[in-house]
């Protein structure tokens, strides 16, 4: 070999090569032999370079060849450290110009030991780099001092750069999603991907915080490095995502059965990693805040549902919380957590699935519920599902959802796993609740819409059944249960008849017709295939697409004509017996076992008397679930089925007393509400719009004002005072609150009796909206 | 070599497709468009109020074949994407200088 091949390292190259090549040598053999092989021949080219001109010089290894995970197309990251004596160009140029010429990536820098701190102290990624510094020749002082310097440099800094680095990490996850649930994931940029591994190790290196010290987080890391080893070595290109078309030859690569298993094991690998990573920034906002405050503080535990408190930035159960006899803690912690914009604290989800029983069948509304207020707290619905989903509480309670975690959906159309797809649509759902009458379907149709993939035959067929079954689980009636299976029948229906069927045919319209039959089934349908194409993937709604359907639902809309609300059901003769009684009776029937009772109400009919009564409740701390108001002669009866959000419900007498109090001006409702909601905590998720509509044409002696919302205690006191002074009179009212979700019908007439005139509808109309908070003008109309 | 592009009615798009495979054209390129000709959009009514659509959503294909089977190509297209309505669309064909297939380096017919 001459001495120039020897410069340009042919042996170290054909070395190389055969290291790649080699199939009997494991990932981490591989990495180890390339890194030793480097190490070696950069000694060589060190030792080359006279004596003289290299003392007080240190070569270093940084970054992933400083952990020694160089892999078939890895950079070289490597520092060349020297005091300020000798000719650091001439001694560089020695080392590295063989490197260029033997083609190797090289990421390199010439620098002295401040030097290479002012860099770190500039540049996080440098920093980051640096921690993994390894000595590889030369003065081992040098790189001893490095070393030492940067970590303590790194942890003295470490409350200025470690909110750095959580942005970044948080940059990142916004840009390249989540390992676990991308059907093409970035196996280094993803959350949860080989990025984070290190972005852990960095906040151990901080002495802030400590990362959790699980097997399956080292597991998890070591089996993507082994992938991407693979896919470096398949694809010949240094690109760390795995696309569709390398999935078989890698998992055949990897001795798996098939590409669904590398899949699944890698969105096993990314949930371990990730679920460590959000433990341990949040440990690090926790230490990092007390460090902060001043003298010894005490976290704040603040009520956020029946059992579960806010205690330093995350839901925890309250002191005397049962798990061991409360089966719908966990649906309630997680709703509870979800609406407020917290995560579950690890060691509660630990303790809910260990502790909490199983729930009976059917469930009781207020496990309905509480599933219904999580799903409809939008994004924040996604870390908490997936911290209950980690504790297998999900598989327990919808034992059909083990079919579909990590599961691939091989379509181009498609970014997610069919788990992690059926949660998003749900988010994207919750968006659309107040388009439709029943939010509540609209969201099991969501989560359940793809239950059938993965069994034989047509999904949307077996999915009909599966979800059918799993709504009567719930205690859906057997008419919503039916209903919830026909949306995920025919949740493909209106994409395929508006892209695949000639919407100016009759038979296109009549065959949406014959499908889904009545108008708010396709107002469902309709809010449920934009749900699904949106969380799909931007191919699937594009805008063609979104107009084509809007067009085909549009036409049918106009063949079905609009869906009637509900009218009050007729009062018992008991109710209308209390209704003739002199002066206020109240009435409060004993808890049912969902937990909800029943409040009557009979009293003199006058404007305030809804609002007031409504007020009355919410004092109490009455959820309102359900609500009737209907006047006869000159008494107006009401009656409510509420849930006492804390213990049991008042009293008959406390609460009849109350009321009487208050109908006769001698409680401030609204002040001691005020006080209340200043009690209560800050942020509120509210990520769709509430809309006011008046809908015609559906009585004759009245005006018709539906009102849908996001739930929130006094919310009917607001929209029935507002309504009252606005000079109109509430002749009857149907209060529905779904989950998370309020939908309010009121019969409005004027003093005379009749249906309100223009001027007072749009008095009317814009004094509910106000009521509301931040009154949409473009949710807000007259159709 | 002849570049054939078809607008026509987005249903009609399995159609076509299944007409084109059947006679044996392997590829093709699909994007969604909107345009209008002689029909110059068309008036919906929703909800009571009258508006007009501007733009209609439309499928366009694209095939590049051989200049002996571009009638054969244009009348399959033709035959299968036809309603016979207003609107159904529009087939025509430009030349093509040169094709190269980007995985094999392959050009001209071969490439096809």
Redesign the interface.
Known sequence: MTSASAARGDRFLSLRQAVVADERLSAIQRRVALSELVDGWLARLFAAVPGEESAGFALVAVGGYGRRELLPGSDLDVLLVHGDAGDPAAVANRIFYPVWDAGLALDHAVRTVEQARAVAAEDLKAALSLIDARHVTGNGGVTQRLRAEVLADWRRQAAVRLPKLAAMVRARAEQSGELAHLLEPDLVQAYGGLRDTLALRAVAASWIADRPHLKAVEEAREWLLVVRDALHRTTGRRHDRLLFEDHGIIADRLGLVDPDVLLRRVAEAGRAVAYAADVTWRDVERTLRARRRVGRHVPERRPLADGVVEHDGEAVLARDARPERDAVLPLRAAAAAAQAGLVLAPYTVERLAAECPALPEPWPSSARDALLALLGAGRSALQVWDALDLAGLVTRWIPEWERVRYRATRTPIHRHTVDRHLIETAVVASGFTRRVGRPDLLLLAALFHDLGKGLPGDHSETGEVIAADIGRRLGLSPQDAANLGLLVRHHLLLPEM???????DPATIAAVVDSVGEADKLELLAALTEADATAAGPLAW????A??VG?LV?RVR?VLGGAPPPKPERLEPWQEELARRPGTAVRVDAPTADGTCRVTVAAVDRPDVLATVAGVLTLHRLGVRTATVETVDERVVLVWRVVAAYGAPPAEAVLRDDIVRALDGRTDIPSRLAARASERRGRVIRHAEPSVTVIPEISADATVLEVRAHDEPGLLYRLADAIGGAGVVIRSAVVETLGAEAVDVFYLVDRAGGPLPGEAVAAVVAAAGAALGEPNPERSRV? | MKLVTAVIKPFKLDEVRSALETFGVQGMTVTEASGYGRQKGHTEVYRGAEYTVDLVPKTRLEVVVDDTDVDDVVDVIVKAAQTGKIGDGKVWVSPVDAVVRVRTGEVGVDAL
């Open positions: 508006a892209t695949r069927r000639d919407p100016d594009s805008p063609m697409r107009r084509l067009d549009a106009t159709i």
